[in-house]
């Protein structure tokens, strides 16, 4: 039962270059999350989806693109990638978004250099 | 604009002692709150959980307990032990948890053995 996956742990980017943080769960749940934590900071919502095909934006979208063709899948995707994005990136599912479902990736360390 | 604020960036406690987690909200919307638990490159893990319906509830060790009015919550752990040294992240929703959970910037506890 591997729950939520993010691929890969760890990257490093050069500006201006792109790259899609992959997430898959197998858990068959509709809602799923992207967030980040920069350092000292709490987690802030980027992305969010209530379902396939469905997909809105959180608190700090601009810079991210997201795209929701299956259930199991919600890939984050960075476009000209900036030292702002410099942070660590959890994805999230649960079931009907019930708050106390939410299982959480162990998370994708990017840097941008 | 901080929605849910955890105003101790950390506290240490010595193993068998009380454990107070501190958080404050200002969204009066949000009607169910959550703790996260956070180990060093994992992703967080569902702690505990209360709907504002409730002014306390207990799970083991751990409990929450929520005051309206002042719109504060706080998260006791008796007796605490090595094994909660962690980052506690307070979260908030609304809609009885249906909306994207809003998080504070959590509070890293050490626990003394």
């Known amino acids: 039962n591997a729950g939520v996956t993010q691929t890969p742990k760890f990257r490093i980017l050069k500006i201006g270059q792109s790259m899609t943080l992959q997430c898959t769960q197998d858990?068959?749940?509709?809602?799923m999350y992207w967030y980040r934590q920069d350092p000292g900071m709490g987690l802030k919502l980027i992305y969010y989806?209530?379902?396939?095909?469905?997909?809105d934006k959180g608190e700090v979208p601009n810079g991210y693109n997201v795209s929701r063709s299956t259930t199991e899948d919600f890939p984050l995707r960075l476009e000209l990638a900036a030292p702002s994005q410099t942070s660590v990136y959890f994805c999230?599912?649960?079931?009907?978004?019930?708050?106390?479902?939410?299982?959480f990736g162990s998370g994708t360390r990017l840097t941008v250099v | 604009d901080q929605q849910v604020k955890q105003n101790s960036p950390s506290l240490s406690v010595q193993e068998g002692r009380i454990s107070i987690l501190n958080c404050d909200y200002t969204?009066?919307?949000?009607?169910?709150f959550l703790w996260y638990k956070k180990y060093p490159a994992e992703g967080p893990t569902f702690l505990i959980s209360?709907?504002?319906?409730?002014d306390k509830n207990e799970d083991g060790r751990f409990t929450v307990f929520l005051n309206k009015s002042a719109k504060h919550l706080s998260l006791h752990i008796v007796p605490s032990q090595p094994g909660d040294s962690a980052v506690y992240f307070c979260?908030?929703?609304?809609?009885?948890?249906?909306?994207?959970?809003?998080f504070g910037k959590g509070t890293r506890l050490s626990v003394i053995a």
């Open positions: 969204n009066s919307m949000f009607d169910y």
């Open positions: 979260a908030a929703s609304k809609d009885g948890g249906n909306t994207p959970l809003v």
């Open positions: 209360i709907s504002s319906i409730k």
């Open positions: 999230a599912s649960s079931y009907e978004g019930r708050a106390y479902g939410y299982t």
């Open positions: 858990m068959n749940h509709n809602y």
């Open positions: 989806s209530v379902g396939a095909g469905i997909t």
